[in-house]
Nanobody, 124 residues
Framework: QVQLVESGGGLVQVGGSLRLSCVAS????????IGWFRQAPGLEREFVAA????????TYADSVKGRFTISRDNAKNTVYLQMNNLKPEDTAVYYC?????????????????WGHGTRVTVSS
């Protein structure tokens, strides 16, 4: 089992920045990748970014590429999502999730453990 806790969400104006954190605990040794997903009201959950836990590799959704940066601190069992130049369409609940098998996959159903989410609201 892996437990995930997200934090760092909040209300920010258009063009502003936020940094989300995802702290993992439990059997993190079985983790291959941690991904960030988001779900806006009335919409389906969508992939945002993913990073390999012990390997080299990141991947981003086209909608956030160049604005968001995913990084990790293995000593702190934490993955970050730095979000810059935020837009109203970035408003959503953001979730982090763990994938145990190899591959930086963008499909949420391929991730086994999920946090409870942190809300991001971008006001115009």
């Amino acid at each position: 089992q892996v437990q995930l806790v997200e934090s760092g969400g909040g209300l920010v104006q258009v063009g502003g920045s936020l940094r989300l954190s995802c702290v993992a605990s439990g059997r993190t040794s079985t983790t291959y990748a941690i991904g960030w997903f988001r779900q806006a009201p009335g919409l389906e959950r969508e992939f945002v970014a993913a990073i390999a836990w012990s390997d080299v590799g990141t991947t981003y959704a086209d909608s956030v590429k160049g604005r968001f940066t995913i990084s990790r601190d293995n000593a702190k069992n934490t993955v970050y999502l730095q979000m810059n130049n935020l837009k109203p369409e970035d408003t959503a609940v953001y979730y982090c999730a763990v994938r145990r098998s190899e591959g930086l996959i963008r499909l949420g159903t391929m991730y086994e453990y999920w946090g409870h989410g942190t809300r991001v609201t971008v006001s115009s």
